[in-house]
């Protein structure tokens, strides 16, 4: 397979470039979308954080989620890691059980509260013994009164 400036054939659409080969994209633009092309499926996929992923598949294996709280600096797994539980635990349709906030963009306790009980009453059709599962990543970004 032919590659061209750290792309590989078919990646065409990533990002435009000009005459001269650069992208006219911000790095931070084409990173983003590399990151979520090559994003593990599974949590056999993931690299790394042996201890942890062991306890994930474990939960993924019994079906019993309990509250996690996943910490650590940014780029080592952690949303990648419970979006792969998600979709082990919650099966094909895992995205319609699963609420994701970003509390960076969120970052009210009335907009997580409100989103967060829309969520809980829409009636879904789970898999039997699964719940809706709520995400809030960049939990650190919230006001103090959200955190509470």
Same mark, same amino acid.
């Given at each position: 397979?032919?590659?061209? *400036?750290?792309? &590989?054939?078919?990646?065409?659409? *990533?990002?435009?470039?000009?005459?001269? =080969?650069?992208?006219?994209?911000?790095?931070?633009?084409?990173?983003?979308?590399?990151?979520?092309?090559?994003? /593990?499926?599974? !949590? %056999?996929?993931?690299?790394?954080? %042996?201890?942890?992923?062991? &306890?994930?598949?474990?939960?993924?294996?019994?079906?019993?989620? #309990?509250? !996690?709280?996943?910490?650590? /600096? #940014? =780029?080592?797994?952690?949303?990648?890691?419970? *979006?792969? !539980?998600?979709?082990? *635990?919650?099966?094909?349709?895992? &995205?319609?059980?699963?609420?994701?906030?970003?509390?960076?963009?969120?970052?009210?306790?009335?907009?997580?509260? $409100?989103?967060?009980?829309?969520?809980?009453?829409?009636?879904? %059709?789970? #898999?039997? =013994?699964?719940?809706?599962?709520?995400?809030?990543? $960049?939990? %650190?970004?919230?006001?103090?009164?959200?955190?509470?």
């Amino acid at each position: 397979m032919e590659t061209h *400036l750290g792309r &590989r054939e078919g990646d065409e659409n *990533l990002a435009p470039q000009s005459q001269s =080969g650069k992208d006219e994209t911000s790095s931070t633009t084409l990173d983003s979308i590399w990151i979520e092309k090559y994003r /593990p499926e599974t !949590l %056999d996929d993931v690299v790394g954080n %042996d201890q942890v992923m062991r &306890r994930l598949r474990i939960i993924a294996r019994e079906g019993n989620m #309990p509250h !996690l709280m996943l910490a650590g /600096p #940014p =780029g080592t797994g952690k949303t990648s890691s419970v *979006l792969c !539980l998600c979709k082990q *635990l919650l099966g094909s349709r895992w &995205r319609a059980y699963t609420l994701e906030l970003n509390a960076s963009d969120e970052r009210t306790i009335d907009v997580i509260r $409100e989103k967060v009980k829309h969520f809980a009453k829409e009636k879904r %059709d789970l #898999p039997a =013994g699964r719940h809706k599962i709520v995400i809030l990543d $960049e939990v %650190d970004a919230m006001t103090e009164a959200a955190q509470q």
